[in-house]
């Protein structure tokens, strides 16, 4: 019973294709996020949403963006993909109010050829 | 701009010796610090967490110290055994910036039987 489930695992794609991300969490969280892991392995919040604020990490660059259809998902799609997007991407959650203890999925491997 | 260092990429320790993994902060703003533990091909697991406002916080094996002076945490874990080995990550979350955490690289640590 995954708590945080993103879906795919791996994905590998050309320069330039548009792609998605999913992610569903069961606990009944208010917020979730997303992260993205780097060559470097680190971990970097690219966005904090819940049904009331979107959090944008200045240094996202505006291909990326979160959409949320309800309070238990929230995808990433990412347009005009780039070399440099390859990496990892963590979903994650949390309860508010605020706490601190987020609640990771298993992360997508991108890697863009 | 790092904000949340681990200088020590690796760590082997002997099973039943202590383990002590290291954290550095530059942010005097921050006011929540975590510590999580991440598996080959996982998300990242919430391992203990302390408040500024500690200076410990225990919690079985694992214990973490602070000391805001000098912007350092510090994970113990004793005693140590064989399946700790993983990479843990010291994260930071200043609350007046909302709940998104900054991470550290990351400390392997390896316990050897």
């Known amino acids: 019973d995954t708590a945080v489930s993103q879906t795919p695992k791996y994905l590998v794609t050309q320069m330039g294709n548009d792609k998605s991300i999913k992610c569903e969490q069961n606990l009944g969280h208010d917020t979730m996020y997303w992260y993205k892991q780097d060559s470097k392995k680190f971990l970097k919040i690219m966005f904090s949403?819940?049904?009331?604020?979107?959090?944008i990490n200045e240094t996202v660059p505006n291909r990326f963006s979160p959409k949320s259809p309800d309070k238990a998902h929230l995808n990433l799609h990412i347009n005009s993909l780039e070399l440099g997007d390859s990496a990892v991407y963590f979903c994650?959650?949390?309860?508010?109010?605020?706490?601190?203890?987020?609640?990771f999925g298993p992360g997508t491997r991108l890697t863009v050829t | 701009d790092q904000q949340v260092k681990q200088n020590s990429p690796s760590l082997s320790v002997q099973e039943g010796r202590i383990s002590i993994l290291n954290c550095d902060y530059t942010n005097s703003m921050f006011d929540y610090f975590l510590w999580y533990k991440k598996y080959p091909a996982e998300g990242p697991t919430f391992l203990i967490s302390?408040?500024?406002?500690?200076d410990k916080n225990e919690d079985g094996r694992f214990t973490v110290f602070l000391n805001k002076s000098a912007k350092h945490l510090s994970l113990h874990i004793v005693p140590s055994q064989p399946g700790d080995s993983a990479v843990y990550f010291c994260?930071?979350?200043?609350?007046?910036?909302?709940?998104?955490?900054?991470f550290g690289g990351g400390t392997r640590l390896m316990v050897k039987p």
């Open positions: 949403y819940n049904n009331k604020e979107l959090i």
């Open positions: 994650a959650s949390s309860q508010e109010p605020v706490t601190y203890e987020q609640y």
């Open positions: 994260a930071a979350s200043d609350n007046n910036a909302g709940n998104m955490l900054t």
């Open positions: 302390i408040s500024s406002i500690k």
